[in-house]
């Protein structure tokens, strides 16, 4: 009779830190897929702000050997990520090509001017500082004209400003709700060995004895709810990585290697500061509140 007791109670233990295990790492599934959505938009932010083009509009006497030269030179800016020079006979084949007729038929000449397109660097891309850098490059002999859409750096600006306002509220209640989702679970896990906490601090144990096997288990099952968690997470990149290959543009291995280290930190930590609060908790209680609660 005592063997079967001992069963079912190791057979209760076994299923109730598998149910714990399963709940803890979805908590950090969720977390996963926000801490993914937070760097990828950071990473988004910064590749749109890249493509946005600043174009200097070069002097019609101006010769390529001259443009080309310019070009180098502006390219040694450390604002610029990448430099294009458009030639004046590149720039009359896509006009061409976009209205349908060749314009030098009718003008006579070719009306085009040879262009240096400019990549500037994320943090740049804003219209203060595009405004410096616009006066900066105006100072080089044949420049004629800055030009770049003043309204759509706004606009991109503004609203990639509010979509990382929402990733990060979004990321700071999830945490919240991560920490008390987990602390429930591991606290009615301990709350079924109350009896036995109690009875260890009859027999003269010390609080750090008593704590230390919760503890050590709860580093485990942190570890195994993040191998978990980054499996599934893995699998959902992958479907996602086939799906659009051109993802690795915003999702790319340091985001990746961040956030699989984040959810095994979190797993570990949340689950070590849980037990740890959990069994102070009944640590500091007397035998008749146990009955109570």
Known sequence: MKKKRNKASNNRQGLQIV??????????ILLGMVVLTVFTGINLSS??????????????DM????????????DREPYIVSTKYI?????????????????????????????IELQLKANYANNDSI???????????GVSDIDYRQEL????????????????????????????????????????RRFSIHTMKLVGASWGFIRTPFLKRSVSLGLVSAFIALVVLGIGMYALWQYEPDITVVLNWQVI??????????GVLITLLCAYFSVNKFLKMKAGDLYKI
């Open 19 to 28: 149910t714990l295990c399963i709940s803890t790492a979805m908590v950090l």
């Open 47 to 60: 590749y749109v702000r890249q493509e946005l083009t600043v174009t200097m509009v070069l002097s019609p």
């Open 63 to 74: 010769s390529d050997a001259e443009a080309q030269r310019l070009s180098q030179i502006v």
């Open 87 to 115: 030639s004046k006979e590149v720039a009359l084949k896509e006009g061409t090509k976009e209205l349908g007729a060749d314009p030098s038929e009718f003008v006579g000449e070719n009306p085009f001017t040879a262009e």
């Open 131 to 141: 405004k410096k850098i616009a006066a900066q490059l105006k100072t080089y002999d």
């Open 153 to 192: 750096v706004d606009t991109v600006n503004d609203t990639l400003s509010k979509i990382g306002l929402v990733l990060v509220i979004l990321a700071a209640l999830l945490t919240v709700v991560s920490f008390s989702l987990i602390n429930n679970s591991i606290r009615l896990s301990v709350y079924s």
């Open 257 to 266: 290697a961040v956030t699989a280290l984040i959810v095994i930190l979190f």
